[in-house]
T-cell receptor, first 110, second 119 residues
Framework: SQQGEEDPQALSIQEGENATMNCSYK?????LQWYRQNSGRGLVHLIL?????REKHSGRLRVTLDTSKKSSSLLITASRAADTASYFC??????????FGPGTRLSVLP | EAGVAQSPRYKIIEKRQSVAFWCNPI?????LYWYQQILGQGPKLLIQ????????DSQLPKDRFSAERLKGVDSTLKIQPAKLEDSAVYLC?????????????????FGPGTRLTVT
């Protein structure tokens, strides 16, 4: 069964704009992670947010987590063409039951 | 630090044939994962090892898929016999997660994957 569901499925923006993608999940989690996948390559870890955290920053990335709504958002500020990729959220519970969502395909146009 | 290694990178087989994939995780990473990623979808966990023991194989189609990690380091995933719907990218990942209960989780490091086409 699908745990994480990203929204939107696809997003197209201009370079320099901000990109926001959302992830909703169904059951309790220990943490939520965001990954990036460039076309034809493996996934790269971006950020991990634990269930007792509400917001986390890493460079141009900002992640929020609302456990009451079972949702998370990933914000990429000042986007660049190199940010073009698919972004996945992954939920897990104490090192088990890893479930990835279907992903958001982001296109950043120059 | 060397990353997760996988081979082969590409494989084309006919249905009903068998195929094997190999993965060598990052040195010191006790946890190893195999994922199946069908085009346009997110990765689906097939099996998770902690050292040479299986933690989760609930989504592994055990009638045709098998995996082993005999010495707790590298791992092989086998499909026998293959079906058309097995066409996908097979990703291996590793993570440093200490043994025990209630531990915090760590990021997973992914290999480049093996693209399997079944004709």
């Amino acid at each position: 069964s699908q745990q994480g569901e990203e929204d939107p499925q696809a997003l197209s923006i201009q370079e320099g704009e901000n990109a926001t993608m959302n992830c909703s999940y169904k059951t309790s989690i220990n943490n939520l992670q965001w990954y990036r996948q460039n076309s034809g390559r493996g996934l790269v870890h971006l950020i991990l947010i634990r269930s007792n955290e509400r917001e986390k920053h890493s460079g141009r990335l900002r992640v929020t987590l609302d456990t009451s709504k079972k949702s998370s958002s990933l914000l990429i500020t000042a986007s660049r063409a190199a940010d073009t990729a698919s972004y996945f959220c992954a939920t897990e519970n104490y090192g088990q039951n890893f479930v990835f969502g279907p992903g958001t395909r982001l296109s950043v146009l120059p | 630090e060397a990353g997760v290694a996988q081979s082969p990178r590409y494989k084309i087989i006919e249905k009903r044939q068998s195929v094997a994939f190999w993965c060598n995780p990052i040195s010191g990473h006790a946890t190893l994962y195999w994922y199946q990623q069908i085009l346009g979808q997110g990765p689906k966990l097939l099996i998770q090892f902690q050292n040479n023991g299986v933690v989760d194989d609930s989504q592994l189609p055990k009638d045709r898929f098998s995996a082993e990690r005999l010495k707790g380091v590298d791992s092989t995933l086998k499909i026998q016999p293959a079906k058309l719907e097995d066409s996908a990218v097979y990703l291996c990942a590793s993570s440093f997660i200490p043994s025990g209960q209630g531990h915090p989780s760590y990021e997973q490091y992914f290999g480049p994957g093996t693209r399997l086409t079944v004709t």
